[in-house]
């Protein structure tokens, strides 16, 4: 089973416009700038971010934008569902900022997840709320990047529409059990 809307949010045809993909605009004209991140303003201490996710195409996209404006970062090399190893990440890097794009998608695709539940929650579940966790324990600001494989087009949201789904908004496809974990993950976040 695939995501319904994953065409779309993978990597936007060249002649889309910002405002249909919204995610995807919003990242790749990203400003990292020293003085205010991502909405948070930054302390006199130099940015330095981990980053998780560094196969997968947005972790990459994160360190390309660090590249491009010489903000210092480490990918992790820890993994998600080895709370040791990230804890070790964060003590030997020491970062200002982590950010999360890491998980299990399976291979070929999302439908190993099927068969592979156990793994599948241990690391998309587990593996990010730990890594939540030992943020908060050091204060850390954490930036959890997730799927877009929990929305799916709808009356409010349609195909070609411009109008894109919030964090805030509650999760409407749990069409494969990929899907449900990152839905789990973005309900419990808030709480």
């Not at 993978?10 to 995807?24: C, E, V």
């Not at 948070?40 to 990459?60: M, N, Q, V």
């Not at 943020?135 to 195909?159: M, P, W």
């Amino acid at each position: 089973m695939s995501c319904p809307i994953t065409r779309n949010l993978q990597k936007p045809p060249p002649s889309s416009s910002s405002s249909t993909i919204p995610l995807l605009s919003s990242l790749t004209s990203l400003s990292l700038s020293p003085h205010i991140t991502m909405g948070f303003t930054a302390s006199d201490k130099p940015l330095k971010f981990l980053i998780y996710g560094r196969t997968g195409w947005i972790g990459g996209l994160l360190g390309k934008l660090c590249d491009s404006q010489g903000i210092d970062y480490v990918y992790g090399s820890g993994r998600l569902e080895n709370r040791t190893s990230l804890e070790a990440d964060l003590d030997s890097v020491n970062p200002t900022h982590v950010f999360n794009a890491a998980g299990v998608t399976g291979r070929p695709n999302v439908d190993w997840c099927e068969s592979h539940k156990v793994e599948t929650i241990r690391t998309n579940v587990v593996g990010t709320l730990t890594l939540a966790d030992l943020c908060r324990t050091k204060g850390l600001v954490l930036i959890n990047y997730a799927t877009g494989c929990i929305f799916e087009y709808d009356s409010e949201h349609q195909l070609g529409s411009g109008v894109g789904f919030k964090e805030e908004d509650i999760p409407n496809f749990i069409g494969s059990f990929y899907s449900k974990t990152k839905a789990m993950v973005s309900d419990l976040q808030f709480h």
